[in-house]
């Protein structure tokens, strides 16, 4: 522990500001006589500057047990503006909890910060309503912006586009609207781009593209629409993209190809359209999850989205997607769910027993009426596959015809049938005849002799 004493100034600014968050009863010089000494507060952080203790974060709300809560009546007083000069960090955590006393982010004085905040966050406050404040845009020196569960609505300001520094910019589950900022494609140091779980519209700006820094963007949970942007390929070293339940359309975007780094890519529940076709999936080396569910796709799934080596979640389902399934896709290395119901697939699932028996439920291909799974017929000892892909019918059984120079012999042929089984014959002229068990072969012979006068 660092002996220094703290600026009276300073220590008057925080017991102000600290009040007028938790209530006047709080009573700072009787509790906490040393703030940043030896009688800490919990939630402030303190640093020194020219031999003197100076607060550099402060966070309010209950993150630990003895953590500061907030009053109903909640103040941002003047000293947090005018009288903090070292403060970096500013975060409420389920402050303004309130919904039936609701507080507003105050919209003046926020330029005196512009010198020192590097953080400011706003998590969980149900009760915190209103707009972002215009002068948000002059903390140029914030590197981290994160609006969380909150109340907050109305359009997203602009020159937020101008914070250079920004690396993290978390705006989700609040009611902003309206469009994205083509000012957001200037924040070349962002990281981390959450947007998710709000009512913003209209179109991707192309200007996103030059995020090239970005790791994480998530716009999920909107109203967005329009063809995906040709100028995504810009997002060299992104790892996560999010776009699901939204109203993208246009077909899957060529440019994702180049999207070199990414490991999982999510665009469920989009009119997308379009063909998996369109891409050479063999590209995105990296990719350990792919969501393209409820996308309108059409035709194949081509045998290259086999080549996607490290994939472990892969969901196709609730598409138009037709043809055969290649039996590739059950060799993939970490594959530990797909799905593949919901579509047009046709033919013999060709997978093997041990396949479905390791994936079980996570194996998906119910709802595709013409698909059906192979039984081993080759193995007519072997009793009834333990595991098979459920919502899939077996495959009919087929009659192996005997050839000229077989050795095989009709007591061998006749063992593969069931003897409970039925077989109906056509005859001329009258009605079917129905034949049970090994007789259907006798009646076979004298049906084929007949036949030949």
């Known amino acids: 522990m660092v002996i220094a004493p703290m600026e009276k100034t300073e220590q008057e600014a925080l017991y102000s500001v600290i009040q007028g968050f938790v209530g006047n009863w709080w009573n700072g010089s009787d509790l906490y006589p040393d703030p940043c000494g030896w009688t800490p507060i919990q939630g402030v952080s303190c640093d020194i500057f020219d031999g003197l203790w100076y607060v550099t974060a402060l966070n309010i709300g209950p993150v630990h047990e003895n953590s500061l809560g907030c009053t109903k009546d909640v103040e941002f007083r003047s000293p947090l503006f005018e009288q903090l000069k070292h403060l970096k960090a500013l975060s409420f955590f389920n402050c303004f909890s309130r919904q039936n006393h609701p507080v507003t982010i105050p919209s003046r004085s926020w330029e005196a910060l512009s010198h020192s905040l590097e953080s400011l966050e706003f998590r969980l406050n149900p009760g915190l309503v209103g707009e972002i404040p215009a002068n948000f845009g002059s903390l140029v020196k914030l590197q981290s912006l994160v609006l969380l569960e909150n109340g907050l609505e109305g359009q997203l300001p602009a020159n937020i586009g101008n914070l ?11 009611r902003f609207s309206g469009h994205i900022p083509r000012s957001f494609g200037g924040l070349s140091k962002l990281l981390i781009f959450d947007l998710s779980r709000n009512l913003l519209s209209g179109p991707l700006p192309p200007t996103l593209g030059r995020l090239t820094s970005l790791l994480k963007l998530d ?12 100028e995504i390929s ?7 993209l999010d776009l699901r339940n939204n109203k993208f359309s246009g077909g899957l975007t060529k440019s994702f190809e180049e999207l070199f780094s990414l490991q999982q890519m999510v665009l469920a529940n989009n009119p997308i359209g379009g063909d998996l076709m369109r891409l050479e999936w063999k590209k995105l080396k990296q990719l350990e999850m792919l969501d393209l569910s409820n996308t309108g796709l059409t035709g194949e799934i081509p045998e290259s989205v086999s080549e996607l080596k490290r994939v472990r979640f892969l969901d196709l389902s609730d598409n138009n997607l037709s043809g055969n399934l290649s039996p590739m896709l059950a060799a993939l290395p970490c594959v530990g769910a797909l799905y593949l119901n919901g579509n047009n697939l046709t033919g013999e699932l060709k997978f093997s027993e041990s396949f479905y028996g390791k994936m079980g439920s996570r194996f998906g291909a119910w709802d595709n009426p013409n698909l059906c799974y192979s039984i081993g017929l080759s193995q007519p000892s072997t009793p009834t596959p333990r595991h098979v892909p459920f919502g899939v019918k077996p495959c009919p059984q087929r009659l192996k015809l005997l050839q000229p120079n077989s050795n095989d012999n009709l007591a061998d042929a006749n063992a593969n049938i069931d003897q409970n089984s039925y077989m109906t014959m056509p005859t001329f002229g009258s009605p079917a005849i129905v034949v049970k068990g090994h007789s259907w072969f006798t009646f076979l012979g004298i049906f084929l002799m007949f036949s030949l006068i």
């Open 234 to 240: 810009g997002l060299k070293v992104l790892t996560l």
């Open 219 to 230: 716009l999920s949970n909107n109203l967005l629409e329009g063809k995906l942007p040709n």
């Open 164 to 174: 250079a520094e920004l690396q993290r910019l978390v705006l989700a589950e609040n």
